[in-house]
């Protein structure tokens, strides 16, 4: 494990694989969350903090407790059970420590429990063989990559309020093919070269 | 027990992807040729249904507040059975769907079923609600398969269809390589790249909204004749 191959996990999970616009993890919030820039932050942050720990936790529950026991084919049931306990115990965390993050995060926690960029984050982990460091920086890394998804995405659809286009294609059409745009635009990053 | 309108509930009016726009994270991702679509599908009719049953038949002794955690084992439970069977059986879908399996575990159309019909209905209407809806879904995946493999590559049944030794046949290893209906170089490659699922989802749901809304209006201007 070196610093370089750390930056190169980092840079892919945010720029060039991004979770939303080239491995389609976390469609649904992604949609149902953007119409308002501070809320759209809000599940970015939320999503990181859940993502990075997940990461953690899972990667943990994997080497320490299913490997050893050779119960590998569980992992999907194990994690979302992990993932599911992790969420109601940051939700309780944040209720009691930090009630303003918990109020301006609202009813977008308990959401995070089926974002499939949350389990799909630990099962790519695991299917890279990633050590802890390594799941820990690509967990957050990809949370970070949601985030300037989802930023980017909410601050276009502000304006979307504005543009004319046709009935049909109201609501959800027109915000799936602003999205499509954005996904070419980060089409761009694939010529990236990392070292 | 009404079997044609949930038939028609299933694959039209209350579509899981064009309608209810559940479970779109697969629906745009794994449908670039037609075997993965097929594959996808019948993977989530099964764990639907299944899950349907399941949760219907308990649906009595389910205890409201801790409901939801309840049906997400069920479903990984599920999703797993499948998951190995896939690995098993038919290795390349397994490959080329990659972490999709086991991400239906968090797809909305699942746990969306369970929560809004399974738990209210009796064993038999869930069932078909779980058949139906799965169809829904596979229809969807299979019309924008088709529409981003003819675009994208030129092809069509990518996986599923193979031309190699001349004569037609149908392979289920997924290394057809398709019936090529126009040059590949001629072809649109960004369609079958994330753009294009982002495009033809868009265009899908759009059309649907048209359709539905013709429909509306027939059946409004039909009332207003009556009266």
């Not at chain 2, 205890?63 to 190995?84: C, K």
């Not at chain 2, 003819?150 to 996986?159: A, W």
């Not at chain 2, 019936?179 to 753009?195: C, R, S, W, Y």
């Amino acid at each position: 494990m070196t610093f370089t191959g750390l930056v190169s996990i980092a840079l892919g999970a945010i720029l060039i694989n991004n979770f939303i616009f080239s491995q389609f993890l976390g469609i649904c919030p992604f949609m149902g969350v953007s119409k308002k820039m501070d809320t759209a932050t809000g599940m970015g942050l939320a999503v990181i903090f859940v993502m990075g720990l997940a990461s953690a936790l899972c990667y943990l529950v994997n080497r320490f407790i299913l490997t050893k026991l050779g119960l590998e084919y569980l992992q999907t049931l194990a994690y979302i059970l992990v993932i599911a306990a992790l969420v109601q115990f940051v939700e309780m965390f944040l209720k009691k420590g930090m009630p303003a993050l918990y109020q301006a995060l609202g009813i977008y926690l308990p959401l995070i429990t089926t974002n499939c960029a949350v389990l799909g984050v630990v099962l790519l982990n695991t299917q890279y063989n990633y050590n802890f460091i390594e799941s820990l920086i690509y967990g957050i890394t990809g949370g970070v990559g949601f985030l300037v998804a989802i930023v980017l995405f909410a601050s276009i659809r502000e304006h979307l309020v504005f543009a004319e286009y046709p009935k049909s294609f109201e609501g959800f059409p027109i915000a799936l093919v602003t999205a499509g745009l954005l996904a070419l635009s980060f089409m761009g990053f694939s010529g990236l070269k990392i070292w | 027990m009404n079997v044609k309108k949930q038939f028609k509930e299933g694959l039209i009016t209350q579509n899981p992807v064009l309608v209810q726009l559940l479970g779109m994270c697969s629906t745009m991702a794994i449908t670039t040729m037609l075997f993965n679509g097929l594959g996808m599908g019948l993977s989530v009719l099964i764990v639907l249904t299944c899950c349907n049953i399941c949760i219907s038949a308990l649906r009595k002794i389910i205890p409201n507040d801790i409901r939801i955690a309840i049906y997400v084992v069920v479903i990984a439970g599920f999703v797993t059975i499948v998951d190995l069977l896939l690995k098993a059986y038919v290795p390349a879908l397994s490959a080329s769907l990659g972490v999709f399996i086991p991400l239906i575990v968090v797809n909305c159309i699942i746990i969306g079923r369970a929560e809004a019909f399974a738990a209210k209905n009796t064993l038999g209407a869930s069932t078909l609600d779980g058949i139906f809806q799965g169809l829904g879904y596979t229809v969807v995946l299979l019309v924008m398969c088709i529409i981003r493999e003819f675009l994208g590559k030129g092809s069509f049944g990518g996986g599923l269809l193979d031309m190699s030794t001349g004569s037609l046949r149908v392979v289920f290893d997924g290394s057809g390589s398709g019936v090529q209906l126009f040059p590949a170089k001629f072809a649109a490659t960004i369609m079958i790249l994330p753009v294009g699922g982002f495009l033809t989802l868009g265009c899908l749901i759009a059309l649907m909204q048209y359709l539905l809304r013709k429909s509306e209006e027939k059946k409004a201007a039909k009332g207003e004749n009556v009266k």
